[in-house]
């Protein structure tokens, strides 16, 4: 004889609710990192040691934000999903502009002039690298970082000077020196040096046809620990404001920093503009260059120009014997009015 009960379809057991709250507290706790390092982020949290430091990776960490995304979502944890969809949406919303290219149109009748950063990790930087660089690229500038004695002389020796005759140059031991080598006429406007002992040559550079221009090789201090974050963030706050009823500016250089720093972006509203982020190159990582160290890469190079200045292509090149790559952009400059 058959019963009722033995006609009635068998359910599904539920979890037990402590397994329930485990995976509830296992989705929130993967999630709740990047809900703090999205609104660090937007909201400009990131001074200080380690934050200096961490904020740069923000690339990584918006594109590991999708596993406790989809972790949230295939444990049907509906909170958990939806605040973690808002903080990728707001990470990616940070950093995937600098994939898509929005240079606009060139100043018109305006003269090109092509640009390059080295940093030459205290004067190690293999001259001739340098100098085949600036000879395939046709480079007209070239804004050097960590310039020593000994590096001057070894770029003279490979035929640097022949190429880029004019040069602003104030060679330093270690970290703190700095150069500005141009194919066109320059003036030295002098060295400015931060209280970190941090400098950057300044060059007033009278390119043809093109209004005045004025070029820093900039190297704030680097923020590697507690005590050089914060002269970092006292360094970088000096770099000098757009003058756009005069000369064009041209930051180049080792900014130590990305666009994911707040106090770059500060920069910027001198402003500038990124050149990288302008053609869309803005995740071309130039540092570190050296294959022995296990990070992942960053951009802390940058061109930065004045809004009036068009920007048609920027790269990044290996540099041998140094810890970044060095940067090229091809830049259009306003006519002389």
Not at 236 to 249: C, D, S, Y
Not at 301 to 308: I, L, P, T
């Amino acid at each position: 004889m058959v019963t009722t009960e033995d006609t009635l379809p068998l359910l599904p057991a539920k979890p037990p609710r402590r397994r329930r709250r485990w995976w509830s507290a296992v989705v929130w706790l993967m999630a709740v990192p990047f809900v703090i390092w999205a609104a660090a982020r937007v909201l400009g949290l990131d001074s200080g040691f380690p934050a200096v430091q961490l904020i740069a990776f923000t690339p990584y960490v918006a594109a590991a934000s999708l596993v406790p995304l989809v972790v949230a979502v295939l444990t049907k944890r509906l909170w958990p999903a939806v605040v973690t969809a808002v903080a990728t949406i707001a990470l990616a919303a940070c950093v995937l502009p600098r994939w898509i290219s929005d240079s606009g149109t060139e100043p018109d009748g305006g003269t090109v002039i092509r640009v390059m950063s080295v940093n030459m990790l205290m004067g190690g930087a293999d001259p001739k690298t340098i100098v085949d660089l600036v000879k395939q690229y046709d480079v007209d500038l070239v804004a050097f970082q960590e310039y020593t004695a000994e590096a001057k002389a070894a770029l003279a020796q490979t035929g640097l000077e022949a190429v880029l005759p004019n040069a602003v140059s104030y060679p330093r031991p270690g970290v703190t020196g700095s150069a500005v080598y141009s194919r066109f006429p320059v003036s030295d406007l002098g060295y400015r040096e931060f209280p970190s002992s941090f400098g950057q040559a300044q060059a007033a550079v009278r390119v043809p046809g093109a209004v005045d221009v004025r070029v820093e090789s900039v190297h704030p201090c680097a923020p590697s620990n507690s005590r050089g974050a914060g002269c970092w963030e006292r360094d970088i706050v000096q770099e000098p404001a757009a003058t756009p009823g005069g000369a064009v500016n041209l930051l180049i250089g080792d900014f130590n920093a990305t666009l994911d720093h707040e106090k770059f972006r500060a920069v910027l509203d001198k402003g500038y503009r990124d050149a990288a982020d302008v053609v869309g190159a803005g995740f071309e990582a130039s540092w570190p260059y050296d294959e022995r160290w296990f990070i992942p890469g960053v951009t802390l190079d940058h061109v930065v120009a004045d809004k009036r200045v068009g920007v048609r292509k920027v790269s990044v090149h290996l540099m041998p014997n140094s810890d970044h790559k060095a940067v090229f952009a091809e830049l259009v400059l306003p006519k002389a009015q």
